[in-house]
């Protein structure tokens, strides 16, 4: 169930409220426990859903939560972010016919009662004596140092920002991921003895010779670094990019300024550029802190790749939509922002992936007033660490070059997470994670 639009634009509590216990039984009872459950190759972290479903059903809330934890250490964050309606949901077999189990909602209620009750800590494995430095503690860095810390190696987290979490405390805004609720599957996962040092740079914080004296490295830094369209008038004050917008009011708390002391400058008409969640969440914040919100996409709504809830949610909370429409130049005035020149674009014929192209409208260009426009097309990794290793292979598109166990070109540093995929979901990151850290269990105990 959803809040109300009305009410929810007035603040950053949580949207969506959950299922209910009378109806988180109900819905586990739908499960029919298919012999060969593709549910679960539909979950990136292997999660034996059928099972954890089959407690719910039972009403064995504890058994689900400790299935769940055997594969997942973030289960209140997946039930509420993941994409299940591509992965795991997407392969229930009662889709076909009907509405598929909502196996988000199951997780995230097993989630949440155990956080009510009070989370056990799962058992760790004989302490190996081998030390494993994680840089980055977003979604990969975390999944990497739960299932290392599991099988009984020490596991040392560096994180340059004040706060742990990555993506999930500064990307993610608090009406989709209450801060709270990350903090404490953060604190689960310190549980497990895995120590995370805050306001640590590797190279300047902790040298690259002390970060490769570890018995095994894993770099799980994600796609920090954003992409611009490159188009007249992207330096002008009030242009953000989704990342810097983002990260000042949810991990600064901009939105209290001055009460906090993180400016961000949100006018009276915002114009945001893209069409995926990150474009969704900085258009719905800008709705939270008062603007009125023009979303411009470039392609048809149908081609937008983030989620059909965040799409609807935005649309409730009155974000406009203007899709087939591409900013070619941010307008100026007194040095600052007032509008975007756009213009409007025509279907062309399907490319190899299926997606169809889009050309501009020769004449159709018209004005926009705005005085903030955010950037949401896009980001690559922070090239920061990687200048730190420069005998890392990269890919074209500046990634970190990784083989199928997560293994990169420098002997037992390992990677994954958008650092290595380029910029993907929470649950992508923590699989890749989650297969380098076997490996690495591998290597160490050869």
């Not at 993180?262 to 939270?288: H, I, L």
């Amino acid at each position: 169930m959803d809040r109300n639009p009305n009410l929810r634009i007035t603040d950053f509590n949580e949207v969506d409220l959950g299922l209910s216990r009378e109806e988180v039984i109900a819905e586990a009872k739908r499960c029919i426990q298919c012999k060969k459950p593709r549910c679960i190759s539909g979950c990136p972290v292997g999660i034996d859903i059928p099972a954890f479903i089959q407690a719910i059903a039972d009403e064995k809330f504890q058994d689900a939560a400790d299935i769940i934890k055997k594969d997942n250490m973030l289960p209140a964050v997946c039930g509420r972010v993941c994409p299940q309606e591509t992965q795991c949901q997407g392969e229930c077999i009662l889709g076909k016919k009907d509405l598929p189990i909502s196996i988000g909602q199951l997780e995230r209620f097993v989630a949440d009662f155990e956080r009510k009750k009070g989370a056990k800590c799962p058992k760790c494995a004989p302490a190996t004596g081998k030390k494993v430095a994680v840089v980055g503690s977003g979604p990969a860095g975390l999944a990497c140092a739960a299932e290392l810390a599991r099988r009984g190696h020490s596991v040392t987290v560096f994180e340059s920002l004040h706060e742990a979490g990555g993506v999930l405390m500064y990307g993610i805004p608090a009406f989709r991921m209450p801060k709270d609720i990350v903090q404490y599957e953060i604190d689960q996962v310190k549980r497990l003895g895995v120590v995370i040092k805050t306001n640590h740079i590797v190279g300047r914080s902790v040298s690259v010779d002390e970060l490769l004296s570890y018995d095994a490295v894993f770099l799980g830094t994600g796609a920090g670094l954003p992409y611009f369209m490159g188009i007249p008038g992207e330096n002008l004050p009030g242009v953000y990019s989704a990342n810097e917008f983002l990260t000042r009011v949810n991990l600064m708390g901009a939105n209290k300024f001055p009460e906090n002391d993180t400016p961000v400058k949100v006018g009276k008409k915002v114009v945001v550029v893209g069409g995926g969640n990150v474009a969704m969440d900085a258009a719905r914040v800008a709705r939270r802190m008062g603007a009125e919100v023009t979303l411009m996409y470039r392609r048809g709504e149908a081609d937008m790749p983030a989620r059909l809830d965040e799409v609807r949610h935005a649309k409730e909370e009155g974000i406009i939509f203007m899709t087939a429409t591409n900013p070619i130049a941010i307008l100026g005035g007194n040095n600052t922002v007032c509008g975007v020149q756009a213009v409007k674009m025509e279907l062309g014929t399907a490319g190899d992936d299926g997606r169809c192209s889009f050309y501009p409208i020769e004449g159709s260009e018209f004005a926009v007033e705005a005085d903030v426009v955010i950037e949401a097309i896009g980001q690559g990794p922070n090239p920061l660490l990687l200048r730190m290793l420069p005998e890392l292979t990269r890919n074209r598109n500046g990634s970190v070059a990784v083989n199928c166990l997560g293994e990169t070109s420098i002997q037992k540093v390992y990677a994954g997470g958008d650092v290595a995929t380029g910029a993907a979901t929470v649950i992508l990151a923590m699989g890749t994670a989650k297969e380098a850290a076997v490996a690495i269990d591998h290597m160490l105990k050869k």
